[in-house]
């Protein structure tokens, strides 16, 4: 097998929306041409702001949305374009991990129906074959089998977080792809499921595509880093070295004004703060798509789009002039 | 020492609910300084939101029970009157919400929400409050603000609705701003955009800041003093550089050590084993004991806040303070 467990080449996904001017509609793209490797057993972090275009880029990589074009291959065959029932055979090996683990269990089903429910749909086995394995999976993500027979709303955050987190490994997936996996969580319950999810990595050989707005929860598990802004990826590289030495100004300035623990001592921290807010993707700016807001844009960024090259084995960046 | 422009002794906010009573706040005790900058740090669920709407008048279900004093510049304004409550709120003490699209109306623009404060409590003109409003639309950072008045706020991004909600706030030069997770729904690039525009106009208003975060990172960025809460209760307050770095409270060694950091990669994160305390169902004694690692049998009596500038509701001394302190941060 080889290292490569997942590999997109230019994945585009655009709406159709209804235009400002009536009776027109126009085409925005939420993802705009990207290309991205995963490696088998790694972690690797997206990160970026509201609507940059992370929660859409990991649907269309696990066939959750059909992209408008460029491919996807998962260990070596194309899943882009299957049939339901042929991709029914990969999907068992691709599961997500949601946001909000409030509106991603069903409040009328008992838990342990929810997470038995792949395995019934994948045909695992009777009854019996199914109930043994659904106490397997509660026992390894840490939560008590007597509440089996309980219901979501009968469980705190965190609890529920792991019983979406049980859903997802109960068919032995090699992929899991975690949205906003810890974004609705109070702190202490964060750590508790990031440990937790690391534990289960380590454990079962799982490779994770993490997607998160929060810059240290990202750098906490990743092996390697992806920065989106507007749709497109403007940096991806090995978590240390990316946060250690950003190459973009966009991720230069994403990290300068991230909150730290501050006790008022080191005023040596650099902040970016840039100005305006993010454009409206329906009108993206010409060029490279960061440039009204750069501080170091030039005449070039404004009509040239910068091209996503590798600036070393383990980096790569959009930028005309990354940073060093 | 002069005297703090509002000091809160021994607030308790309780709920009367069917299925029991509830002590959302329970001996909040804290001051605010002329021009300082007070955080506010706690789960969801610590008491930090209701604390605050209490002593501004603002919980007014009929089965809410609040004790305790809250002077404000030395007047007692817990239990004022509807009117004598109105004069304050909004003039002297502004407050600044969590979602600036629930804190405008949609129905009316930006300028006219603006301008309604200003005349509520003051005796401008309606042309007046006009010119005010747009000098406060630019003063927030607002581009074009002659035009961006007339417009409503679905027009504004959500960075630009939390401007005018901070431009709402100050319009009657306030002396104390309340400011409720102000940041928490905006991106990381936007917070730091606000964060840098609340520090600036503190400078120029010279107002005293009461902000609530559960934000370990912001807090620090922004306050001079901080109050961390665990289940309605006040479990350490200090100075921003005592808090941070030598925290006195086991909660507190957990809330730091569960944020993950920037600079360095930690393998495992500091876990606080278990839930947040139901708050029908808090401890008799230290509300944190069924949580804590360094639990001692002492604890099943609830610790007052000892220590004179900086406080801990802790019963360990400060010798086995430093070495759990220690041993937390090495691990």
Redesign the interface.
């Known amino acids: 097998m080889s290292d490569i467990i997942l590999s997109a080449t230019n994945i585009v996904k655009s709406y159709s929306v209804k235009s400002k001017k009536i009776g027109k509609r126009e085409q925005v793209q939420a993802v705009s041409g990207v290309s991205i490797d995963v490696h088998r057993g790694e972690t690797l972090g997206i990160v970026g702001e509201s609507g940059c275009g992370k929660s859409t880029l990991a649907r269309c990589l696990v066939q959750l949305l059909a992209a408008t074009s460029g491919s996807v291959s998962f260990n070596g065959t194309i899943i882009t374009g299957l049939s339901r029932k042929k991709l029914r055979k990969h999907r068992r090996e691709m599961q997500l991990i949601f946001q909000d683990p409030y509106a991603s269990l069903n409040p009328r089903k008992r838990v342990g129906d929810i997470v038995a429910e792949p395995l019934r749909i994948h045909g695992y086995g009777n009854n019996e074959k199914i109930n043994a394995r659904v106490r397997e999976l509660f026992a390894l993500v840490g939560l008590d089998v007597n509440g089996l027979q309980r219901y979501p709303h009968e469980f705190s955050g965190g609890q529920r977080q792991r019983i979406g987190i049980a859903r997802a490994l109960a068919l032995n997936p090699q992929l899991i792809v975690a949205d906003e996996p810890v974004s609705a969580l109070d702190v202490s319950i964060q750590a508790q499921v990031l440990n937790l999810l690391k534990d289960l990595q380590e454990k079962l050989k799982l490779t994770y595509i993490f997607i998160s707005h929060d810059l240290g929860v990202v750098r906490h598990v990743s092996t390697r880093v992806g920065v989106m802004y507007l749709g497109e990826l403007v940096e991806l590289g090995d978590a240390d070295s990316l946060y250690d030495q950003p190459l973009h100004p966009y991720t230069e300035a994403l990290l300068s004004v991230a909150p730290e623990l501050d006790d008022g001592t080191q005023s040596t921290r650099n902040r970016i703060v840039l100005s305006g807010d993010v454009p409206d993707p329906s009108q993206k700016p010409t060029g490279c798509a960061f440039h009204p807001r750069c501080p170091y844009a030039t005449e070039k960024c404004a009509s040239d789009k910068p091209a996503f090259v590798a600036v070393s084995p383990s980096r790569s960046v959009a930028c005309h002039y990354p940073r060093t | 020492m002069p005297e703090p422009l509002l000091s809160v002794e021994n607030l308790r906010v309780a709920f009367e609910t069917r299925a029991g009573v509830v002590r959302a706040v329970d001996g909040l005790t804290f001051s605010v300084g002329e021009k300082e900058v007070v955080g506010i740090v706690g789960?969801?669920g610590s008491g930090k939101s209701v604390s605050m709407y209490s002593l501004l008048g603002l919980l007014r279900e009929p089965n809410v029970v609040i004790e305790g004093s809250v002077k404000f510049q030395g007047r007692e304004i817990l239990g004022l009157g509807d009117d004598q409550m109105q004069s304050i709120r909004g003039k002297d003490i502004a407050m600044i919400f969590q979602d600036p699209m629930t804190a405008l109306t949609p129905v009316y623009s930006v300028g006219w929400q603006i301008e309604e404060q200003i005349r509520a409590h003051g005796t401008e003109s309606k042309h007046q409050a006009r010119a005010r409003a747009i000098e406060l639309l630019a003063e927030v950072g607002i581009p074009d603000p002659a035009r961006r008045v007339e417009q409503f706020p679905h027009e504004f991004?959500g960075?630009?609705r939390q401007r005018v909600v901070i431009a709402m706030a100050l319009s009657c030069n306030p002396k104390l701003l309340i400011a409720d997770e102000p940041t928490t729904a905006l991106?990381?690039?936007?917070?730091?955009?606000i964060?840098?525009l609340m520090g600036k106009l503190q400078e120029t208003y010279g107002s005293s800041i009461v902000l609530i975060t559960?934000?370990?990172?912001?807090i620090?960025?922004m306050a001079d003093r901080i109050v961390v809460m665990y289940a309605g209760r006040p479990a350490e307050i200090g100075s921003?550089?005592d808090v941070?770095?030598t925290p006195q409270h086991p909660y507190t060694w957990?809330?730091?050590?569960?944020?993950?950091?920037?600079?360095s990669?930690?393998s495992?994160?500091?876990?606080?084993?278990g839930?947040?305390v139901s708050p029908l169902d808090v401890p008799e004694g230290c509300a944190f004991a069924p949580r804590c690692e360094h639990r001692m049998d002492i604890c099943s009596t609830r610790p007052s806040l000892r220590g004179s500038d900086h406080q801990a509701a802790c019963w360990l001394d400060s010798a086995q303070k430093v070495s759990f302190r220690n041993r937390g941060h090495s691990a």
Not at chain 2, 254 to 263: F, Q, T
């Open positions: 789960e969801s991004s960075g630009m991106d990381v690039t936007t917070q730091a955009q964060l840098e559960h934000d370990m990172g912001v620090s960025e921003r550089v941070i770095r957990g809330l730091m050590g569960a944020v993950p950091r920037l600079e990669k930690r495992r994160l500091v876990t606080i084993p839930n947040a």
